[in-house]
């Protein structure tokens, strides 16, 4: 049984930075997209950040390009997303995700993922 836990959430002050980590277990993810959501109050989960697990391509929301970076460690079985420059629009929920795709393909759509984490808070203060 595929299990996500995120590590790392907490309060930070605009501008600071913080670093989340997912832990991956269960399975070898071979093959497996491993993507960023986040989800606000009142709002829609959205796309951050995707990484395929074995050639390490990678695809960021706008919102997000050249602030964060995701990155997996294919011997820890972690994926983590360094978040830079954060502004209180970053506040929400932030959660691991994962699917199969045997094209390598990352898609921001949240109903492709299968596997997900139980989420990590991110709160910035302005």
């Known amino acids: 049984q595929v299990q996500l836990v995120e590590s790392g959430g907490g309060l930070v002050q605009a501008g600071g930075s913080l670093r989340l980590s997912c832990a991956a277990s269960?399975?070898?993810?071979?093959?497996?997209?491993m993507g960023w959501f986040r989800q606000a109050p009142g709002k829609e989960r959205e796309f951050v950040a995707g990484i395929t697990w074995s050639f390490g391509i990678t695809y960021y929301a706008d919102s997000v390009k050249g602030r964060f970076t995701i990155s997996r460690d294919n011997a820890k079985n972690t994926v983590d997303l360094q978040m830079s420059s954060l502004n209180p629009e970053d506040t929400a929920v932030y959660y691991c995700?994962?699917?199969?795709?045997?094209?390598?393909?990352?898609?921001?759509?949240?109903?492709?993922?299968?596997?997900w984490g139980q989420g990590t808070q991110v709160t910035v203060s302005s």
């Open positions: 269960g399975r070898t993810f071979t093959g497996y997209v």
């Open positions: 995700a994962a699917r199969y795709s045997a094209a390598r393909y990352i898609t921001s759509d949240p109903r492709q993922y299968n596997y």
